[in-house]
T-cell receptor, first 115, second 110 residues
Framework: EAGVAQSPRYKIIEKRQSVAFWCNPISGHATLYWYQQILGQGPKLLIQFQNNGVVDDSQLPKDRFSAERLKGVDSTLKIQPAKLEDSAVYLC?????????????FGPGTRLTVL | QQPVQSPQAVILREGEDAVINCSSSKALYSVHWYRQKHGEAPVFLMILLKGGEQKGHDKISASFNEKKQQSSLYLTASQLSYSGTYFCGTEIANDYKLSFGAGTTVTVRA
């Protein structure tokens, strides 16, 4: 079974530029999560999708971050414009079945550096 | 709502035991444990649902004390492969977001 795929793996941009990350979850997984992990900290949930609907986006900085999940499969996370404090690893995870009780499978992450 | 993990770091020799604690100030519905090796994605270890269930994964086990809103992860007879950062993720009753602690870095030396 293929795991969660993410691209790119690394991205370096200047502040105020835009960037987009892509995630392809495990086939058949209805729930998709985007997390932000700052160095030395635990993952912080940004947004959670169930199929193509948003379950929770309360911690997503909506003035600069946006995310979509078209057709309930792939998802993209965009930052526009980027700030220095956005430097982090962005993790995508997916889970199957019930939203809350299943293990989450994480992708390798995208390491973003904002200069 | 972020759970508090302790200790922040622990160094072990192969074969030694360790306990990692995860505490919440709010009522917990479940606790998830993950391990992340340097530069890699977090990997699921186990979920504990409220009810005080204890689970095991190889020689790694965990307990959930619902009254104390605390979970403990037990590393028994540690192996080199146990090195990594362990995160607990908590689900608050009536608030089903998964909040992760800051992590506990475990280093197992030969």
């Amino acid at each position: 079974e293929a795991g969660v795929a993410q691209s790119p793996r690394y991205k370096i941009i200047e502040k105020r530029q835009s960037v987009a990350f892509w995630c392809n979850p495990i086939s058949g997984h209805a729930t998709l999560y985007w997390y932000q992990q700052i160095l030395g900290q635990g993952p912080k949930l940004l947004i959670q999708f169930q199929n193509n609907g948003v379950v929770d986006d309360s911690q997503l900085p909506k003035d600069r971050f946006s995310a979509e999940r078209l057709k309930g499969v792939d998802s993209t996370l965009k930052i526009q414009p980027a700030k220095l404090e956005d430097s982090a690893v962005y993790l995508c995870a997916s889970s199957s079945g019930q939203i809350y009780y299943n293990e989450q499978f994480f992708g390798p992450g995208t390491r973003l550096t904002v200069l | 709502q972020q759970p508090v993990q302790s200790p922040q770091a622990v160094i072990l020799r192969e074969g030694e035991d360790a306990v990692i604690n995860c505490s919440s100030s709010k009522a917990l519905y479940s606790v998830h444990w993950y391990r992340q090796k340097h530069g890699e994605a977090p990997v699921f270890l186990m979920i504990l649902l409220k009810g005080g269930e204890q689970k095991g994964h190889d020689k790694i086990s965990a307990s959930f004390n619902e009254k104390k809103q605390q979970s403990s992860l037990y590393l028994t007879a540690s192996q080199l492969s146990y090195s990594g950062t362990y995160f607990c993720g908590t689900e608050i009753a009536n608030d089903y977001k998964l909040s992760f602690g800051a992590g506990t870095t475990v280093t197992v030396r030969a």
